[in-house]
C-alpha cells in the first residue's frame, strides 16, 4: 500500500485544488474548461496542445486558446496530459458479492478510469444485485460480462477453493441468454474462466455452452487462459472474431508462446480471424519476459487493461494508469499506450457511442494526468523487478463534464460549501 507522507498529503489536498477556479462570465460559452494540457485522443490520432471546452456534459470544442474569460470554471492543464476517460475491460468491481471484489470509485474513477467493464464477477442469479447496488450507486460508468455460471464469481476464494465451473448444473444457457435480453444496455458479452481450479475436466464443455450463448445473443465472449486443464490450442479453435483472449501476456504454462519462446500457430490462426488479444495482469498472469519476447514477433495486445482486484489493488497491479506505466518501460510510445486504454477497448465492445474518445458532441468524460519523469519499480505478476522512468499520475477526473473529486482534487460537497460561506475553507471547486 502506498504510504504518503503529510507533506504530499498537503500538496495534493491543498495546492492542487488551486489548479480549478471558478468565475462568472457575462456570456459563458463553456461550463468548464480544461486549458493548455497536451490533448492525447488517439481515436481522432490527434496529439497536440489545445484546450477542451465543455458545455452541458458534452464536448463543445477543442482547439488551442478558447477563450477562458468565457467558461464558469478553469481546470489548468498545463503541463499535463488530457485523454478521454480511460475504458477498462476487466476489472471486478461487485465488492462484497465476488471474492474477488473491491469498491469502483477509489479504485477506478478516481484514477482516470471512467468506463469500466466488470469481468464475470457476476451470473444470471447474481447480476440483479451488481445493476441495482453497484451500477446505479457508483460515479463510476460500469458495464458487465456476464459469468456463464448462474453463480458468477462468488464461490472460489481463499478459504473454499471450489470454482464456479466444477459443477456444470450451475451453468444455464437459457438463463444467461434470457438475463443478457432483458439488461442488453449495460451486458456487453460473456465471460468464462478456464482455469483447471476453476473448471476441473469441464473447460471445453463449459467453453461450448458459453459459446452458444455467446452466439445467440451475438455478443463477444472473454475468455480466461492460463492453466487450463485442455490444451490452449483447443481452446482457441472455439474462439470467432470479435471475442477476446485475456492473460495472453501470462509467464509459464498455458499462454501463448511453445517451449522455444515462440508463438504458437494457433494464436496466429485466431489473431487472423479477428480475435482479440487482450492484456489482463491478473495475480498471476502477467510476465516482463513473456512480453519482451512476443513483442518482437508483431504481437501486441489490443487491448490494455487492469484486472484490478482485491488480491492485486496493493501491488503488483494498484490500477489502471500503473499499468499503462508499464507498457511504457517496455517502449510503447504515450499515444500507443492510450489508445489501448480508450479507443481499442471501446471498439471492442458496444459501449454507448462516444466512449473512450472526445469527438465534438460526445459525453465529457476526460482524464487529466501528470506524465511525472524520475526512477519508478515496477513489479510484473511474477514478481520480476524493473525500473522504469515514466509514470502516469491520475490529477483529475471529468464525468459528463463535472469534476470527480480525488485525494489530488477535492470536489465541493454540501458540507463544504457550508463552510465555505461560514469561512471554514477555502477550497474552490464544483
Keep these: 500500500m502506498l504510504i504518503r507522507s503529510r507533506r504530499n498529503f498537503l500538496r495534493d489536498t491543498v495546492f ?32 497536440s496542445d489545445a484546450d477542451v471546452g465543455i458545455l452541458n456534459g458534452k464536448v463543445a470544442a477543442i482547439a488551442p486558446n478558447l477563450d477562458a474569460a468565457a467558461a464558469k470554471n478553469v481546470l489548468d492543464a498545463r503541463g499535463r496530459i488530457v485523454t478521454p476517460g480511460l475504458v ?30 466488470d469481468a464475470g464477477s457476476s451470473g444470471a442469479h447474481t447480476f440483479p444485485g451488481l445493476r441495482n447496488y453497484v451500477m446505479r450507486v457508483v460515479d463510476t460508468r460500469v458495464f458487465a460480462l456476464l459469468n456463464i455460471s448462474v453463480v458468477g464469481q462468488s464461490t472460489l476464494s481463499n478459504d473454499n477453493p471450489y470454482g464456479e465451473l466444477l459443477d456444470l448444473r450451475f451453468v444455464n444457457t437459457k438463463l444467461a441468454i434470457k438475463t443478457i435480453e432483458a439488461n442488453r444496455d449495460v451486458i456487453l458479452g460473456l465471460k468464462i474462466r478456464l482455469t483447471e481450479n476453476i473448471t476441473g475436466p469441464n473447460d471445453l464443455r463449459a467453453l461450448d455452452m458459453a459459446r452458444e450463448a455467446a452466439d445467440a445473443v451475438a455478443l463477444p465472449l472473454m475468455v480466461h487462459i492460463g492453466g487450463s486443464h485442455s490444451p490452449v490450442p483447443d481452446i482457441l479453435s472455439r474462439l470467432k472474431k470479435g471475442d477476446v483472449i485475456t492473460h495472453s501476456f501470462r509467464g509459464g504454462p498455458g499462454g501463448i508462446i511453445d517451449e522455444r ?50 488480491f492485486n489493488v496493493n501491488g503488483p497491479v494498484f490500477d489502471l494508469p500503473t499499468v499503462l506505466s508499464k507498457f511504457l518501460l517496455l517502449g510503447l510510445s504515450i499515444e500507443e499506450v492510450l489508445r489501448r486504454a480508450t479507443a481499442n477497448p471501446a471498439g471492442a465492445f458496444k459501449f454507448p457511442a462516444g466512449t473512450g474518445s472526445l469527438d465534438v458532441g460526445s459525453t465529457a468524460d476526460v482524464a487529466v494526468f501528470e506524465l511525472r519523469e524520475g526512477n519508478f519499480e515496477f513489479t510484473d505478476a511474477m514478481r520480476e523487478k524493473r525500473k522504469g522512468h515514466r509514470k502516469l499520475i491520475p490529477v483529475a477526473s471529468i464525468k459528463a463534464g463535472r469534476v470527480y473529486g480525488n485525494a489530488w482534487l477535492p470536489v465541493e460537497t454540501a ?12 477550497v474552490t471547486a464544483i
Design 261 to 310: 519462446d515462440r508463438v504458437i500457430p494457433d494464436v496466429k490462426k485466431a489473431v487472423e480471424r479477428g480475435v482479440l488479444l487482450g492484456f489482463g495482469p491478473g495475480a498471476v498472469s502477467f510476465s516482463f519476459r513473456t512480453a519482451e519476447k512476443v513483442f518482437p514477433q508483431g504481437y501486441l495486445p489490443g487491448t490494455i487493461s487492469s484486472d484490478v482486484h482485491q
Design 88 to 117: 477498462d475491460i476487466h476489472v471486478h468491481v461487485y465488492d462484497g458479492v465476488a471474492p474477488l471484489g473491491i469498491p469502483a470509485d477509489p479504485n477506478c474513477i478516481a484514477k482516470g478510469v471512467t468506463t469500466v467493464l
Design 16 to 47: 492542487l485544488p488551486a489548479l480549478l477556479s471558478a468565475q462568472t462570465p457575462a456570456n459563458p460559452k463553456f461550463d468548464l474548461l480544461i486549458r493548455g494540457g497536451r490533448v492525447i485522443d488517439p481515436k481522432r490520432n490527434f496529439s
Design 415 to 426: 458540507r463544504r460549501r457550508a463552510l465555505n460561506r461560514g469561512g471554514g475553507l477555502s
